[in-house]
């Protein structure tokens, strides 16, 4: 059997890793230089730039039943994460994870006693879930602020807490994604480690890329249109030749999906702005810092050098910032405001600007409800079959498992 597939983003490369471990011969169309669609790692002057920041959760379920965690020589944030306020900085963790911050986070002003024990309750009780991927859960589903408020959680923690750690992974400081998604999320933290491959989030498409023939990727190839034999879709279009095989499964996101197959996929999306700055080092640990004031500029701050080595060249470190959105304004603008908001934490910081990564779809929008109406993997036309986040949820978790789903819907 032959199956082209179009995308080298995580879902279409866990697809095409699914069907050559069967026996497929596949070949993969991808339109940029590079596999990994939006989790990719520049090297720059000696430094790791991932195209954004993200993270990897290794209690993800779907992706670690095809990732090797120790071949990726993952390396773990420190639980929890640094609140800044002005020139005050309170730690919050999860103190059954994190021993070390037992203290600081029973001292935290960040939240109420309440708080911390709303906090660990909901950690044990998110732990029991079943769920393999954030769109599962099929009870109610509410706005992640709804939820929390539901939960008692206070306004405090709610603004110094979980709308910029929450608001970094949903990229959603209002908290307006959906509740299944922070239960997920929070399952996620409860049950693992927080982390990065030593040399870059780009290192997870490639060790995927890593299970198919070299000659079974074809970059700079973007399909331009799905071949048709009568109702049956039979190959695709790509730099104006023609493909033929017997199953072809579009992996791309979510708006080229659309327009080459007319998909019905969630509209809206979200977005954020990366800064990059060398520098000769913070102290800042391996804690993610988060701002914790009302109309920051920057949302989340990391010193990501001190979580892998390898991001920075010898004697330097690199530190990752992140406001959401994408900011109407020019690159000095930006790192000056960057530079603004970690001087205030941290005054002795010489910060060398290095880079900019402007992401404006970085996730589909999550709102409540959002994961009833996603399209399936199965579609109406014969020898077509659709992969990506779109299908599940959008994270790597969730490419992945759509990926692996829309391999199980080839082969059936
Ligand atoms: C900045 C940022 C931060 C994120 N943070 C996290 C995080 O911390 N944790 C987490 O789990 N997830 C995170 N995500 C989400 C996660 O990265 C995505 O959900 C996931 O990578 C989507 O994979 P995909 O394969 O569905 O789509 P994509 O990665 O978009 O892959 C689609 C591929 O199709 C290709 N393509 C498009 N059109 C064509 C065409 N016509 N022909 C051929 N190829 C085509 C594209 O070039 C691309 O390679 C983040 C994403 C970003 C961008």
Redesign the pocket.
């Known amino acids: 059997m032959r199956v082209i597939v ?7 490369l866990t697809c095409a890793k699914v069907l050559a471990e069967r026996g497929a011969e596949v070949a993969v ?4 230089d590079g596999v ?4 990719r790692t520049d090297e720059v002057d000696g430094f790791l730039l991932d195209r ?5 959760f290794t209690a993800y379920p779907a992706a670690r039943r095809h990732l090797d965690h120790a071949k990726l020589d993952l390396r773990a944030f420190d639980p929890g994460a640094v609140v800044c306020r002005g020139g005050r900085k309170s730690i919050l963790s999860d103190p059954r994870r994190d021993l070390g911050s037992l203290a600081p986070s029973i001292l935290s002003d960040a939240a109420t006693a309440g708080d911390k024990l709303r906090t660990l309750k909901l950690a044990v009780s998110a732990r029991q879930d079943e769920s393999e991927s954030a769109g599962e859960r099929l009870d109610g589903d509410v706005t992640s602020l709804e939820y929390l408020r539901g939960l008692g959680f206070s306004e405090r923690i709610l603004d110094r807490f979980f709308r910029p750690f929450y608001g970094g ?1 949903f990229l959603d400081r209002d908290l307006g994604t959906s509740s299944r998604v922070l239960r997920f999320t929070f399952k996620m933290l409860a049950s693992g480690e927080t982390v990065i491959p030593a040399r870059g989030i780009g290192e997870i498409p490639k060790q995927l890329a890593s299970h198919l023939p070299e000659e079974a990727i074809y970059l700079n ?3 331009e249109e799905l071949l048709q034999d009568g109702e049956r879709v039979s190959g695709v279009r790509s730099s104006g030749t023609e493909h033929e095989a017997d199953a072809v499964v579009v ?3 979510a708006p ?1 999906a659309r327009r ?1 197959v007319g998909a019905t996929v969630p509209e809206g999306s979200v977005g ?1 702005t ?1 800064l990059y700055y060398a520098l000769s080092g913070l102290g800042a640990g391996k804690k993610i810092l988060l701002n914790g004031e009302d109309g920051g500029f920057l949302n989340n701050v990391v010193e990501i050098s001190n979580i892998s080595e390898a991001y920075a060249p010898p004697g330097e470190s690199l530190v990752s910032a992140v406001t959401l959105g994408i900011p109407d304004a020019p690159d000095e603008e930006l790192f000056r405001r960057g530079v603004s908001d970690i001087t205030r934490w941290y005054p002795d910081a010489d910060l060398r600007p290095l880079a900019i990564y402007r ?1 404006p779809f ?2 589909f929008s999550q709102p409540p409800g959002v994961h009833d109406e996603l399209p399936e993997n199965r579609t109406e036309t014969q020898g077509l079959v659709l992969a ?2 779109y299908t599940e949820d ?6 992945m498992l ?1 990926g692996e789903r829309a391999a199980a819907e080839v082969l059936r």
């Open positions: 179009v995308g080298a983003g995580l879902a279409g169309f991808e339109a940029s990994g669609g939006r989790v954004g920041f993200q993270v990897y992974i190839s973007p399909v992996a791309t996101d080229v080459l954020q990366c992401i970085a996730q990506g986040e959008s994270s790597i978790n969730g490419a759509s």
